[in-house]
């Protein structure tokens, strides 16, 4: 993986939030937290093993703990900085753990859901297939995989990441790039949404109720693949 964020740790949040807020209409706890929301569309509280790779320093940990309590939830990234924020907070159900970018440090089988959330825009093109199969290894059979991603066809999405200090010189994945890496992971794919269109001002408030209708709608600010490895017998 390319990006060292040991030099953001400590302030990644505040350092977030100021670059984005005053476009997008929020801070960078709520963008964590919607996509938890979007999580529990489809996911259940029963005790699953959760793998969160490129956990960051934890924040969205907090939201999975509370939306999904009987998860055992492990987190992953290449800054170690991070992770040692991550672990200071003492999550319930939670631990993080550095890995190398490139070998997913866990036996194959092993979780029931991978979640991957504005990771693999900063992975090498060269790298990003052979991350996307680890992924695939790790899931035991019957596992999902929540793979988020910025949409290079919206407009505020590209300004924001043009002028985000984390984001410099990244490749961002158009949707058929995604389903392209998950396909090749040997990973059926069950859905496909779009999901923030509209600033999160109090202006656009009553806009917002409107975004579950334009899931398919490939003009949203973010979108997410949910993806299945399927059972044996099922190929």
Request: glycine share 6%; charged share 20%.
């Amino acid at each position: 993986m390319e990006q060292n964020f040991d030099q953001f740790a400590k302030d990644y949040r505040s350092t977030h939030t100021k670059s984005i807020k005053a476009v997008a209409g929020a801070d960078s706890f709520y963008f964590a937290q919607h996509k938890v929301k979007e999580l529990a569309r489809f996911e259940k509280n029963n005790s699953q093993i959760f793998l969160d790779l490129g956990c960051g320093d934890g924040a969205i940990e907090s939201y999975i703990a509370a939306q999904f309590p009987t998860f055992s939830v492990t987190g992953i990234d290449i800054s170690n900085e991070s992770i040692v924020v991550a672990n200071k907070k003492e999550i319930s159900g939670c631990r993080f753990l550095w890995f190398d970018g490139v070998s997913i440090p866990f036996p194959e089988n092993t979780f029931h859901v991978v979640f991957i959330a504005g990771v693999l825009h900063h992975v090498p093109l060269s790298q990003r297939q052979n991350l996307v199969n680890e992924i695939a290894r790790v899931l035991q059979p019957g596992g999902r995989l929540y793979l988020f991603e910025h949409n290079p066809y919206n407009p505020l999405t590209r300004y924001l990441v043009n002028t985000c200090v984390f984001d410099e010189g990244v490749h961002l994945l158009k949707a058929k790039e995604s389903r392209t890496l998950l396909r090749k992971a040997g990973l059926k794919i069950l859905d496909k949404r779009y999901v923030i269109f509209f600033p999160r001002g109090r202006f656009f408030k009553w806009l917002h109720k409107t975004e579950s209708m334009l899931a398919h709608v490939p003009l949203g600010g973010q979108y997410y693949f949910r993806a299945i490895k399927e059972l044996p017998n099922q190929h």
